[in-house]
């Protein structure tokens, strides 16, 4: 499996993130149904420019003027609190990490593989694919080549035959030296974006490999070129299956990107004392390919639930035996296309059964291997005699109507505990 990963100019966002908990997820699916999965991510840290239209500044060399730092020191520093997220968040890494400007022999070999091949063309900014010469290129960037207009928003390269041709190498500007540059056949200058993906799942994955992964928006540019440039090179299909997560969105399906201030991350969340896992937990509650709205409200509710259920997992007994039919049915929703919102129904349905909690216990263990939320680690805690009377003198204040003695009782112990009262009674889970 590939997944394409995070280009390391600025912190990751949490929309980016939930398209990572969601590909972790799919190989924890995998994991689960016995496969063995060798998973390659890359780090984009060259080439990528601020328009996916081969326009405009590169992201990396944007970023280190920003910062005043080195181009290589700004992509350590982002691609070091990248993992930080992937720990934070209990994401698996990944077999191999493969860094672009690691792999710039691959790259280079891969373009001239094309160029003997006549795929290619120069300009005097760069090498390009040119996409007419890949006929099935419009199938798989769902368009039609033909009435793809280059956006008003990008100066538009007049020397590109088509529209929709992708840089594979572009030349150092003339009179200026890039912090990254390299030499090759053509000319100084560094890989095109698209290219490093293309080189590195090939040379760790082989030809042909199971499964490539990535957000919605690499549909139409990205990915598309990674295929029309792989598929070119070997005549072989790149991936057996291309999988996409949507995105995260703001409310008004505003979308939340790494070029716009708008954007939130895992640091934000925790300096508003959100856990890590709650926001985990929280992209569970959309279907990957549904798009998921942020907001407060709804992340609180995660919060809550996560602190539900540790303290549900804290009052019962070390795990033995299994709920077989919730069992079924969490893995059945999850082999039918990742439906997470279903599975999490299961869960919550088997924590209210009235089935024995250690047997709750030992399946709430497996659902983690895929929930990802560190359910595992949590020990039993002996709640104290004397609370357990309170939160019994909360029922008979209630007996005796006398609701502003059970509200104070209340009050205190939520201190401490989840105070629960249902019609069974007044039950408290420590936090
Ligand atoms: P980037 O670092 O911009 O290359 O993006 C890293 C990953 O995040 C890619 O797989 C993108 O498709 C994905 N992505 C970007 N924005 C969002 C978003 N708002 N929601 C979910 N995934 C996103
Ligand atoms: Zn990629």
Redesign the pocket.
């Known amino acids: 499996m590939y997944?394409?990963?995070?280009?390391v100019y600025n912190y990751?966002?949490i929309?980016?993130l939930?398209?990572?908990i969601f590909e972790d997820v799919l190989k924890r699916v995998l994991l689960a149904n016995g496969y063995k999965v060798t998973h390659v991510m890359n780090i984009?840290d060259v080439g990528?420019l601020t328009s996916d239209a081969d326009e405009g500044e590169d992201k990396m060399e944007k970023g280190a003027r920003r910062e005043k730092k080195t181009v290589w020191d700004v992509a350590d520093f982002y691609a070091k609190a990248f993992q930080n997220n992937l720990k934070e968040l209990n994401i698996q890494t990944p077999t191999k990490w493969v860094r672009a400007t690691d792999h710039i022999k691959e790259q280079i070999a891969l373009i001239q593989e094309l160029e003997d091949k006549g795929f290619t063309y120069k300009t005097t900014d760069g090498i390009y694919f040119d996409t007419s010469k890949f006929k099935a290129y419009p199938d798989f960037a769902r368009l039609k080549v033909s009435q793809q207009k280059e956006g008003a928003r990008v100066k538009v390269n007049t020397e590109k035959r088509n529209a929709s041709d992708f840089a594979l190498w572009k030349f150092s500007p003339k009179n200026e030296t890039r912090q990254m540059e390299w030499k090759s056949p053509w000319g100084i200058g560094f890989p095109g974006w698209h290219i490093e993906c293309s080189a590195m799942s090939m040379k760790y994955l082989g030809n042909t490999f199971d499964i490539h992964a990535?957000?919605?928006?690499?549909i139409p540019v990205h990915h598309t070129n990674e295929i029309a440039q792989s598929e070119a090179a070997t005549g072989k299909p790149l991936a057996r299956v291309w999988i996409?997560?949507?995105?995260?969105?703001l409310k008004g399906d505003e979308?939340?990107?790494?070029s716009a201030d708008n954007f939130l991350t895992l640091e934000k969340l925790k300096e508003k004392e959100f856990d890590p896992l709650a926001y985990r937990l929280f992209t569970y509650s959309s279907h990957y390919r549904q798009k998921l709205t942020l907001s407060c409200a709804a992340l609180e509710a995660a919060q809550k639930a996560l602190t539900n259920l540790r303290g549900h997992i804290q009052m019962w007994d070390a795990p033995k035996g299994l709920c077989a039919e919730h069992e079924k049915r969490f893995f059945d929703a999850l082999n039918d296309d990742l439906n997470m919102p279903q599975a999490l129904a299961v869960m919550w349905d088997m924590i209210k059964s009235n089935k024995p909690s250690a047997a709750k216990h030992a399946s709430l263990n497996r659902f983690d291997s895929i929930l990802g939320l560190g359910l595992a680690s949590i020990k039993k805690k002996k709640i104290p005699k004397n609370d357990l009377l309170e939160a019994k003198k909360i029922d008979q204040a209630r007996a005796l109507k006398d609701y502003t003695k059970a509200d104070s009782l209340r009050f205190k112990l939520e201190k401490k505990y989840i105070v629960e009262t249902t019609t069974a009674g007044t039950s408290i889970i420590p936090k």
């Open positions: 997944t394409c990963g995070p280009t990751a966002h929309g980016n939930r398209t990572y984009t990528h990535g957000g919605v928006d690499h996409h997560g949507e995105f995260l969105v979308k939340m990107a790494k």
